[in-house]
C-alpha cells in the first residue's frame, strides 16, 4: 500500500490568530509572537497526554487493588486453559 503525500498547513490556525494572518512575510516580533503560541499549543497538548495517561494509570491501579484484575482474580482463572499429555 503506497502512502499517500497530504499536503497541510500545520500553521494555518496560529497564522489565523495573528493580527495579519493574511501577510506574506512575517516581521521578527511577528514570528516570536508565532513560535510562542506554537509552542504553548504543543504543551498543552503534552499536559492533556499526560493527564490522559495519569488517569488511565489510576484506573489500572484501583482495578488492581480492588482484584478485578490481578493474578489471583476470578477472571483469569477462567481464561487459563489446561493442556493434557505434554511433558
Known amino acids: 500500500m503506497a ?3 497530504v ?9 489565523a490568530l495573528m493580527d495579519d494572518p493574511d501577510v ?6 511577528q514570528a516570536h509572537r508565532l513560535r510562542e503560541l506554537c509552542l504553548v499549543s504543543y504543551k498543552q497538548q503534552l499536559v492533556d497526554t499526560a493527564q490522559t495517561i495519569h488517569q488511565r494509570f489510576e484506573k489500572a491501579i484501583t482495578c488492581y487493588s480492588s482484584g478485578s484484575v490481578g493474578p ?13 499429555g505434554l511433558g
Open 24 to 29: 506574506e512575510e512575517l516581521t521578527l516580533d
Open 7 to 15: 499536503d497541510a498547513d500545520y500553521m494555518a490556525p496560529f497564522l
Open 72 to 84: 489471583h482474580s476470578s477472571r483469569n482463572h477462567s481464561r487459563r486453559r489446561v493442556v493434557r
Open 3 to 5: 502512502r499517500q503525500e
